[in-house]
Every structure is written in structure tokens, then in C-alpha cells.
């Protein structure tokens, strides 16, 4: 039997607010155990929350950058549940009036445009870390963690194949980072994924039993998880069994998932509005700041890219794919607007190669932005040349200066002085006249060859347009 | 109408421990609370929002400071068990 895959997406976002959503403690990561859990977050008696205001603006943002509806009034309720890392016993959330109403997204999948429903966004409290490999018989327990701001982002069950998922996945976090919402962190736990994954038979209308996917920390993981998963429950349904509605625990190790728990009895959080805050209220006033304050998204930079600079669509959506990427590619453009696609080209390659090779993010780049710039400025006023820049570009990243100081260390500049260059042109003309015949003959291809002694030469550094000018008025 | 699996089952969720000497007793209670609470939903209430919170107020905002330092040496005093700067509590299995 054919099968369609459906998957819903649940992205938990932490919003880099410096202090947490209901208490003035710290959310910095890393901090001394326990050292950033104020009263508030360890649920002492007699203490109540007092919501943040970034966390207000931060979430609206998102909202409008999705153009999805904004509940002006909003209401905080509790979700029961017990847990040791979580010492009120109820997580403090968001259920029938969230914040963030229904919204959608743009993913691009095999050149084709595919929109997502955003359900909603809602706000709500971290819980603390439990530790359980510290001792023998006790579970450690950090509540650092304990309040610290997320905004959990729903989609609607919209994609059909883990490529898709992972799509929306990338898109939103390159969303939130552009923004200026959430730092995008996987791997400290900033930015979060659960996949809701079940499969029906081709054409059908109605929904699979689904399985909730978590603990997937990385985008790679989630496709692996994803697949896995549509794999075990295509198994149970072709042999005739069911699929259980449970929540399963990705294991990246042994490349497995496994029952968590049943959502059965989970599910029963005994919801209900928390008396200790009141209704929230998104000012029209508000609304209207935050919308006139959204910061350039990446779909419209992709759009000036392409307009205003005169990329391809390609390079256009892979420079903004990153906000790192397209804010290094920014400042590389400052006073080399006219050298555009040559930036691009060293951005999307060279650098990225580098970086890749070499497992480094591009904020920690050796090379800078700025010194990148100006070796794209040294080849296009011809001091270097593009063959050349390489060489240079690598002395760079290996910590050689920059690109004046080895340019001028190593000899490099090109030779521009027509003289010189034509008294080598003379000589390779004289020693070569088989080729020489070759190319009177009528074989273009030749001139490669003149190309390449010259160049040999020259250590590289005759000026290539100069250089085939003057082979082509001698030859010729 | 709750009964003793019910019952059960909410203080299971709870986290409560139910004497047996009181179990009926508790079963009346809670049956009688729900009574009260199904008289309610005999009101038509089709045009009327429901509240979040019985003052007609809307949330005070905190500004974005950090003004709460480390107090954890106070806090751990209290605490059953510690280690490590945790908090201990006997192990949990997912």
C-alpha cells in the first residue's frame, strides 16, 4: 500500500531576554549550578510572577514576521503535571488564548513554494534540568533553567516528508535569529523540536494515530527521526496492528525511538487559567511600535538582493538562508556594491568551503568580513588576480595578516607595466614556433598554452586581460 | 458522579495519598462540589465571555533586569538533600 507521511511541527524557541519570564533571575546558560533560580522560580510560598515585557514584545514580533493574527488579550493558565524539576508542580502556559493566533510560512522544497499554517505561538515557562547520572540514588536537579522564557511555535500537520520538515524547521529558526528573538543555539538547548509523525493511506482524508517524536536537538537528527519513525509505524500497519498515540524518545546513539510514556495519563495537565496573573493586553499602541520597528525578514532581503544587487535567486536565498551568512555578506559589500557577485562568489564559496572544511562557524571566521572585502577590492582593481586571491586568501586565513600586508610581503601585486609583459610575450613567441604555427592555422586553443607560460613566467602575476591582449595583436 | 477508581485516579494525579477511613467521605465531597458546579452550567451563559480572572485588570509588565543575585546558599538550607550545588531527589526513571 502507498503511504503519505504527515508531520507537525512543535518548535520550542527561548527568547534571549537577559532576565526570566515571571522572576528578575538571570536565564544566562552555564552559570554555577542553581545559581540563577531565584524564589519565584523555585516556587517558594508566597511569591508571584511578574510577566517580562520583552517577552511580550519578543512574541508579538514573531507574530507579525508570520503574518499571523496577535491575540490582544491574552491569558497565562497552568498546566499541571509533576515533575522534581518543575517545583510548582504546574508549568505556567498558555491554552485557549495564546498570544500568537494562526500564521503562516514560505518554505522553498526542489524549487517549488510550499506555504505552512503556523497554528499558533504560545508563551510559557521553562522547567529546570534533571541530572541523573551525578549520584547513585538521587536525581540531581539544576532549576537554573527553572522560568526561562520560550515561545512555543505550532504548526499545522502541513508536511509530507521528513525534507519538509526540516525545511520549515531551518526557515523558522533562520526566523527567529533575524528577529532577534531567540540565538538559534541547538546545541544549548535554545531552539527545540518535537515532530508529530503518522502516516494514512494515500488519499485518504482522515489523520493517522500520530506518535510524538522528542529530545531531537539537531536538524539532521529530526529527518533521521522522522524517517525512522514512518518506517516502525508503516511496519505495524502492514501487519495489521495499531499505532499507539504516545510520546517517543529519538536516541541519536543507537538510531532508535522508544516509548516515553502514555500521553494517555501525561495528557491529563487539568488545565486552567492562573489566578496569580491576569489577562494580558497587546496595546494597539504596542502593535503598531513593534510592526514599525521589524527588522528587514529575510524574504524581503532575499528580494533586494536580487533587485538592488543583481544576484541570482540562487545566491540570493543561500546568502540569506543564515543571518551570520547575510550579515557577513553585508558588510563585505560596504564600498564593494559594484563588486556584488564577486562578494558572493567568495562568500558562498571560498569562505563557506573553509569554514565547512574546517567545522568553524562564521562568527568565529579567522578571516573578517572586513578583510575579505578588501581582497575582493585588491582583484577587482586588478593589484591581484582572482588566481592569485586564493593563494592570498589562504596566507589569510592562516593568520598571515591581511590582504595588503601579504600581497606586498609575498610580491604578489600583478604586473601591469606593458613592457615587461611584452618582452616576455616576445620571448615565449620566439621559442615556441611550432605552437606558433598552431594558432596561425587557425587553433584558438593554443593561446591556453601562451596563456599558461606567460603566467609560469611570471610567478602568476601578469595581469590576465593585459596578457591576452598583447598574445592576440603579436600572434595575430 | 465520581467513584473510588475516579478518585483514585485524581489522587494519583495529584500526588495525594487518600486514607482509606475517608475514602467515602472524600467521594461525598468532591460529588457534592460537582453538584454545585452542575447547577452553574444550568445558566445560560451563550453570550457571555468567559473571564480569565475576576478583577477587571490587565497584567503590570516587568522591565528587563536582572535584579535577583545568587541566593542559592539560603535557599539549600532548607532543602530535604543537596549535592553538588543540586538539589537531590530520589532517582526518577522516565
Redesign the interface.
Known amino acids: 500500500m502507498e503511504w503519505e507521511t504527515v508531520i507537525g511541527l512543535e518548535i520550542h524557541a527561548q527568547l534571549n531576554?537577559?532576565?526570566k519570564i515571571f522572576?528578575?533571575?538571570?536565564t544566562k546558560f552555564g552559570a554555577?549550578?542553581?545559581?540563577?533560580?531565584?524564589?519565584?522560580d523555585?516556587g517558594?510560598p508566597g511569591v508571584l510572577p511578574?510577566?517580562?515585557?520583552?517577552?511580550?514584545n519578543k512574541a508579538v514580533t514573531f507574530g507579525l514576521a508570520v503574518d499571523a493574527h496577535i491575540n490582544q488579550?491574552n491569558?497565562f493558565d497552568r498546566k499541571?503535571y509533576?515533575?522534581?524539576d518543575l517545583p510548582k508542580?504546574y508549568q505556567i502556559s498558555q491554552l485557549d488564548?495564546p498570544i500568537v493566533g494562526e500564521g503562516k510560512i514560505d518554505i522553498g522544497i526542489e524549487g517549488e513554494v510550499k506555504t505552512i499554517g503556523i497554528t499558533r505561538a504560545h508563551l510559557e515557562e521553562d522547567a529546570g534540568k534533571?541530572?541523573?547520572d551525578?549520584?547513585d540514588?538521587?536525581?540531581?536537579?539544576?532549576?537554573n533553567r527553572a522560568g526561562t522564557p520560550l515561545l512555543e511555535i505550532v504548526s499545522d500537520p502541513d508536511m509530507r516528508s521528513a525534507k519538509e520538515a526540516v525545511a520549515y524547521a531551518k526557515k523558522i529558526h533562520a526566523l527567529v535569529q533575524y528577529i532577534d528573538i531567540c540565538d538559534g543555539n541547538m546545541a544549548e538547548g535554545s531552539f527545540r523540536c518535537d515532530a508529530n509523525v503518522s502516516i494514512r493511506p494515500m488519499g485518504q482524508e482522515e489523520l493517522g494515530t500520530r506518535a510524538e517524536l522528542k529530545n531531537i536537538n539537531s536538524f539532521k537528527f529530526l529527518e533521521k527521526a522522522i524517517n525512522l519513525e514512518v518506517e516502525r509505524q508503516q511496519d505495524i500497519l502492514e501487519e495489521g496492528g495499531k499505532v499507539a498515540q504516545e510520546t517517543r524518545?529519538y536516541d541519536s546513539v543507537k538510531h532508535e525511538t522508544r516509548s516515553?510514556?502514555s500521553k494517555e495519563?501525561a495528557n491529563?495537565y487539568?488545565y486552567f487559567?492562573d489566578?496569580d496573573?491576569?489577562?494580558?493586553?497587546v496595546s494597539d499602541e504596542l502593535l503598531a511600535t513593534i510592526k514599525a520597528q521589524l527588522p528587514e525578514l529575510p524574504l524581503e532581503k532575499k528580494v533586494r538582493f536580487i533587485k538592488k544587487l543583481g544576484l541570482s535567486e540562487y545566491d540570493a536565498d543561500v546568502l540569506t538562508s543564515q543571518k551570520s551568512l547575510a550579515d557577513y555578506f553585508e558588510i563585505m559589500l560596504k564600498g564593494n556594491e559594484s563588486n556584488a557577485k564577486l562578494c558572493a562568489n567568495w562568500a558562498m564559496g571560498e569562505l563557506s568551503a573553509s569554514l565547512n572544511k574546517n567545522q568553524i562557524e562564521i562568527e568565529k571566521s579567522p578571516v573578517s568580513a572586513q578583510d575579505l572585502s578588501l581582497l575582493i577590492t585588491r582583484i577587482s582593481d586588478d593589484t591581484i588576480s582572482g588566481k592569485i586571491a586564493k593563494d592570498v586568501f589562504k596566507a589569510m586565513w592562516d593568520g598571515e595578516g591581511g590582504a595588503d600586508e601579504i600581497i606586498d610581503a609575498k610580491g604578489l601585486k600583478q604586473m601591469t607595466d606593458t613592457g615587461a609583459i611584452e618582452q616576455i610575450v616576445d620571448e615565449i613567441i620566439e621559442n615556441n614556433a611550432p605552437q606558433v604555427a598552431q594558432f596561425k592555422s587557425g587553433n584558438e586553443k593554443i593561446l591556453g598554452f601562451f596563456v599558461g607560460q606567460a603566467m609560469k613566467a611570471t610567478q602568476g602575476k601578469a595581469n590576465p586581460k593585459l596578457l591576452n591582449e598583447l598574445l592576440r595583436s603579436k600572434l595575430g | 458522579m465520581i467513584d473510588n477508581t475516579e478518585l483514585k485516579q485524581i489522587a494519583n494525579?495529584a500526588?495525594l495519598t487518600i486514607d482509606t477511613n475517608t475514602q467515602n467521605e472524600t467521594i461525598k465531597d468532591l460529588n457534592a462540589i460537582l453538584d454545585l458546579a452542575k447547577q452553574l452550567t444550568e445558566i445560560n451563559t451563550d453570550a457571555i465571555t468567559p473571564m480569565?480572572?475576576p478583577?477587571h485588570?490587565?497584567?503590570?509588565?516587568?522591565?528587563?533586569?536582572?535584579?535577583?543575585y545568587?541566593?542559592?546558599a539560603s535557599?539549600?538550607a532548607i532543602a530535604p538533600?543537596i549535592?553538588?550545588?543540586?538539589?537531590?531527589?530520589?532517582?526518577?526513571?522516565?
Open positions: 531576554t537577559k532576565s522572576s528578575a533571575a538571570a554555577q549550578p542553581n545559581s540563577q533560580a531565584c524564589a519565584v523555585l517558594l511578574v510577566l517580562n515585557v520583552e517577552v511580550v488579550r491569558v499541571n509533576f515533575y522534581p508542580g488564548l534533571s541530572v541523573h551525578m549520584f540514588n538521587d536525581t540531581a536537579i539544576d532549576l524518545l516515553m510514556r495519563e491529563d487539568r487559567p489566578p496573573l491576569l489577562p494580558v493586553e | 494525579l500526588k480569565a480572572h478583577l485588570m490587565t497584567q503590570r509588565l516587568r522591565t528587563d533586569e536582572v535584579n535577583e545568587d541566593q542559592s535557599f539549600q538533600k549535592g553538588k550545588q543540586h538539589y537531590l531527589v530520589p532517582t526518577v526513571i522516565e
